[in-house]
Each structure stands twice: as structure tokens, then as C-alpha cells.
């Protein structure tokens, strides 16, 4: 089983649904990260939790709210999404969110906003 | 502020020739310097890593990366590439102090038969 696991692997969803994107790692990490990935941009961190605690908001819109109940778990709810949204959203952990661990990702969840 | 530039959008090459994808960074302060590489359908996976010591540091399947502090780089390197190592492959800055990563914009290698 992969260190970090995210579902669903597809999204198609409209602009007016609610879904969330779910993330699991089974590392022992206590920090976990969500990204969006488009065509052509850097990867842009979105939110880091560390000890289940928000320690980064990148400025991300409303229409995007993360929960982390645990330090295993990360979501990403989605409500009223926009065109402009449908990316590939990976999720990472690290031991922490401090010092120089690398970061293991999971192969994330493509999402398309019709 | 931190910032990594990789000038290759997209680098083609043919099987067992040599390639070097460039990386770039700046920033005020000392710095650990990564290499992820992703594969069609897949998140990103650690390459190589520096920290501290040897500027060279080798991957286990054939990759090397040499940190220059002066030219403020990391380029990735391979003397011989496969049809296998077909992916993109992003560099990343970690900053002393912010312990933020920023990734560079990515380099397609596309390693032709």
C-alpha cells in the first residue's frame, strides 16, 4: 500500500455541487499538505496542517475548505467551485512542517468543473 | 523572498544519451535544494536531496545533481537516459528560517526511441 493514499482518483463535478476530496497517509507523518497543480504553473501549497493544527492559508478562496480531523487524515470540501479550479489537487505529508524532510505525495485527485 | 527558475519547459533527448535539466533558486539564506520527479498519472516522488556536505548527490537510478552556492544552481544530470525516465521533473527550494517549499514551474524530459 502506497505511503499516501488519495480518493477519489477523478472528480467531474458542476459548479453548484459539494464534494470532498479525501487524503490518507499511513506514514506516521504529522504534517500533511494540500496543492493544486495546473498546466503550466507552479505547484501552489494551498493549506498545511501540522499536529492537525492550520499552520498556512495561501490566500485560498472560500470555495475550498480543508479538514484535518487527525493527523492522518486531510480533506478538501468543495462547494460552488469555478471553472478555473479543475486542476490536479495532491495531497503531501512530512514528518513536520518544519526542518528538511522531504515531502511524500499521493498521486492525487483531477478534477474537472463543468 | 525564495524563488527557483527552471528555463526547460520540455527537454527531449534520445535513449542513452546525456541530460541535464537546470535549476536556479534565489534566496537570503541558506537553503536545502530537492529534485521530485512525477510520472503520467502520478503525484511527485523525491529524486535526490541536499542538505549540507557534498555538493554532489546521486539518486539510485543514475541521477545526479551538483549544488553550486556561487551560480546559485542544481542541475540535474544523467549520463545515459532511458526510455523509463520519460517524465517531468520539478526542482524545489526549502529556505533555513520559513521552511517553506517553493517548486519550480517543471521540465517535461521526453527520451525518444
Known amino acids: 500500500e502506497t505511503g499516501v493514499t488519495q480518493t477519489p482518483r477523478h472528480l467531474v463535478m458542476g459548479m453548484t455541487n459539494k464534494k470532498s476530496l479525501k487524503c490518507e497517509q499511513h506514514?506516521?507523518?504529522?504534517?500533511m499538505y494540500w496543492y493544486k497543480q495546473s498546466a503550466k504553473k507552479p505547484l501552489e501549497l494551498m493549506f498545511v496542517?501540522?499536529?492537525?493544527?492550520?499552520?498556512e492559508n495561501n490566500s485560498v478562496p472560500s470555495r475550498f475548505s480543508p479538514e484535518c480531523p487527525n493527523s492522518s487524515h486531510l480533506f478538501l470540501h468543495l462547494h460552488t467551485l469555478q471553472p478555473e479550479d479543475s486542476a490536479l489537487y495532491l495531497c503531501?505529508?512530512?514528518?513536520?512542517?518544519?526542518?528538511?524532510?522531504?515531502?511524500?505525495f499521493g498521486d492525487g485527485t483531477r478534477l474537472s468543473i463543468l | 523572498a525564495q524563488s527557483v527558475t527552471q528555463l526547460d519547459s520540455q527537454v527531449p533527448v534520445f535513449e542513452e544519451a546525456p541530460v541535464e535539466l537546470r535549476c536556479n533558486y534565489s534566496?537570503?539564506?541558506?537553503?536545502?535544494l530537492f529534485w521530485y520527479v512525477q510520472y503520467p498519472n502520478q503525484g511527485l516522488q523525491l529524486l535526490l536531496k541536499?542538505?549540507?556536505?557534498?555538493?554532489l548527490v546521486e539518486s539510485i537510478n543514475g541521477f545526479e545533481a551538483e549544488f553550486n552556492k556561487s551560480q546559485t544552481s542544481f542541475h540535474l544530470r544523467k549520463p545515459s537516459v532511458h526510455i523509463s525516465d520519460t517524465a517531468e521533473y520539478f526542482c524545489?527550494?526549502?529556505?533555513?528560517?520559513?521552511?517553506?517549499?517553493?517548486f519550480g514551474t517543471g521540465t517535461r524530459l521526453k527520451v525518444l526511441a
Open positions: 503531501a505529508s512530512s514528518q513536520d512542517d518544519r526542518g528538511n524532510q522531504p515531502q511524500h
Open positions: 506514514l506516521g507523518h504529522n504534517a
Open positions: 496542517y501540522n499536529f492537525k493544527e492550520q499552520t
Open positions: 534566496s537570503s539564506v541558506s537553503v536545502y
Open positions: 541536499y542538505l549540507s556536505g557534498s555538493t
Open positions: 524545489a527550494v526549502m529556505s533555513l528560517g520559513t521552511y517553506k517549499y517553493i
